[in-house]
């Protein structure tokens, strides 16, 4: 029987942020932790400690685990609201930062809810995203447009794992600042390589 390597939810959200930097984690196996790293598993951590409890009809439960091969997915949801009586399924994310105009988050929910469908036969129509640095939560729907991106990204984070490349540094300079793994990435010596052009000029030449 082959083989079939399911893709980690938060590979689509390290992806959606930069390609290299999904590939040098899920590929390499290569993780470093900085500032944004780390308030983000303090938060995870006292997310994890709670425990399923029922409030005005809502069961919460944590550290939900999710395995949908079809899709070719696996991972755990930080929070699952659940509300029996509409049959209403609600993941929930935790998040260090603040609401981003990128759709990085909102892809990691949305594969959440694929997940989600796949096991439970359900449709779902939306998600939250709750951000530490502004205490706001964030509601998210899954349109069609949405769901058409993550599973595109999906597609793509399997062909890139599949392939075990490191694709070259197409981030921007400000998104490379946050990443923990720019010691490791070097995006800037990599950017200013011109090694290959001038291998290019000797052979035509």
Same mark, same amino acid.
């Given at each position: 029987m082959e083989d079939i390597r399911l893709v980690p939810l938060a590979a689509l959200q390290h992806y959606a942020y930069c390609p290299r930097q999904c590939a040098l984690i899920h590929n390499e196996q290569v993780w470093a932790d900085n500032w944004f790293t780390a308030q983000g598993d303090l938060l995870h951590?006292?997310?994890?400690?709670?425990?399923?409890?029922v409030r005005k009809g809502v069961r919460f439960e944590r550290g939900v685990l999710v395995?949908?091969?079809? /899709? $070719?997915?696996?991972?755990?949801?930080?929070? #699952?609201?659940?509300?029996p009586s509409k049959g209403r399924y609600t993941p929930v994310e935790y998040k260090r930062g603040k609401p981003k105009v990128d759709n990085w988050d909102r892809v990691q929910v949305c594969a959440q809810a694929l997940c989600l469908e796949e096991m /439970? $036969?359900?449709?779902?129509?939306?998600?939250? #995203?709750?951000?530490?640095?502004?205490?706001?939560?964030?509601?998210?729907i899954f349109d069609e447009s949405l769901r058409c991106e993550t599973l595109d990204i999906i597609s793509q984070v399997k062909r890139l794992l599949n392939d075990h490349e490191v694709p070259k540094v197409i981030a921007t300079k400000k998104r490379c600042k946050?990443?923990?793994l720019i010691s490791i990435c070097q995006p800037d010596l990599i950017r200013n390589d011109h090694s290959k052009d001038y291998s290019e000029q000797l052979f035509k030449q």
């Open positions: 951590q006292r997310v994890d400690q709670g425990g399923p409890e395995h949908a091969p079809c /899709l $070719g997915l696996t991972g755990k949801l930080d929070l #699952l609201e659940v509300e /439970l $036969g359900v449709i779902i129509q939306d998600a939250a #995203l709750w951000y530490w640095q502004t205490r706001h939560r964030e509601s998210v946050s990443c923990s």
